[in-house]
């Protein structure tokens, strides 16, 4: 699907509970992303890592964490202290930095 | 870091017409500009990008021209068809940063 597979495509978390939002991708590429996409408000980034067992947060990282052990893996937890995590979270990969991505097909988590 | 502004936040067409988006961004240091369009509940998918030391790319109905000096970049689409009719995105980067994208527009396309 893309070389990049995001899931489950939709998901469900109850107060106080952390999920964990999986991404892999098969295109050999070194760089990847998570985004928060809420209606009207764009792409969002929340967390991005440029090679294994590295990461920078974004403008958004607050309650929520990521590992990178593997290349191909950047799973995203949604923490219990992310208050409002009701969006479309999109994982992307590049290459490299600074070179165009290519985008999973998104998960839509909601609270319940 | 860079900030990216985009307008309109909504447009539209008439079917034949052409629409323009515009961009602005902060950091003189980003020398890659792509766009993305993004259909109802699907993934952005990258439609064309330009990097700093070109001023203009074209395909087919689509072009993307940049003025490194104002820091500003649009995208052209022609003979607008209904098919064109998504939210447009975006972005802006330099190597070894992030990328950061506008806030979107959604462009309707009437027949």
């Known amino acids: 699907d893309g070389g990049i597979t995001q899931s489950p495509k939709y998901l469900f978390r109850k107060e106080g509970q952390n999920v964990t939002l999986s991404c892999e991708q098969n295109?050999?590429?070194?760089?990847m992303y998570w985004y928060r996409q809420d209606p009207g408000q764009g792409l969002r980034l929340i967390y991005y890592?440029?090679?294994?067992?590295?990461?920078q947060k974004g403008d958004i990282a607050e309650g929520y964490s990521v590992s990178r052990e593997k290349k191909e893996s950047f799973p995203l937890t949604v923490t219990s202290a992310q208050k409002n995590p009701t969006a479309f979270y999109l994982c992307?990969?590049?290459?490299?930095?600074?070179?165009?991505?290519?985008f999973g097909s998104g998960t839509r988590l909601t609270v319940v | 870091g860079e900030n990216v502004e985009q307008h309109p936040s909504t447009l539209s067409v008439q079917e034949g017409d052409s629409a323009v988006i515009k961009c602005t961004y902060s950091d003189s240091a980003s020398n890659y500009f792509p766009w993305y369009k993004q259909e109802l509940g699907k993934r952005p998918q990258l439609i064309i990008d330009?990097?700093?030391?070109?001023g203009e790319k074209k395909d087919q109905r689509i072009a993307v021209t940049l003025n490194k000096t104002a820091k500003h970049f649009s995208l052209h689409i022609t003979e607008t068809q209904p098919e064109d009719s998504a939210v447009y995105f975006c972005?802006?980067?330099?190597?070894?940063?992030?990328?950061?994208f506008g806030a979107g527009t959604r462009l309707t396309v009437k027949p």
């Open positions: 992307a990969s590049s290459p490299a930095t600074g070179y165009g991505y290519t």
């Open positions: 972005a802006a980067s330099r190597r070894n940063n992030d990328m950061r």
């Open positions: 890592s440029q090679i294994v067992n590295d990461f």
């Open positions: 295109l050999n590429h070194d760089a």
């Open positions: 330009i990097r700093s030391n070109v």
